[in-house]
């Protein structure tokens, strides 16, 4: 029973920071582009992709002699 008296304070005061974490995300627009992430993940970014330096193979480790 004692120990019960140091959990639910524990407990509510835990409960009250992810609510004022969850508030907060809501008010600096985490969650305002849902879509954005879900259709950039399907678009071509050959453009973006790096090629590794010459005489390297894919792994970019240079060939064995």
Same mark, same amino acid.
């Given at each position: ?30 969650? %305002? /582009?849902? *879509?954005? &992430?879900?259709?950039?993940?399907? !678009? %071509? /970014?050959? *453009?973006? &992709?790096?090629?590794?330096?010459? !005489? ?10």
């Amino acid at each position: 029973m004692n120990t019960l008296a140091y959990l639910i304070p524990v407990a509510l005061f835990l409960g009250g920071l992810g609510l004022v974490g969850f508030l907060w995300a809501l008010r600096s627009g985490q969650y %305002d /582009d849902l *879509d954005g &992430a879900a259709e950039r993940i399907l !678009g %071509d /970014d050959a *453009d973006d &992709a790096i090629d590794p330096p010459p !005489g390297h193979g894919a792994s970019g480790k240079k060939p064995a002699p």
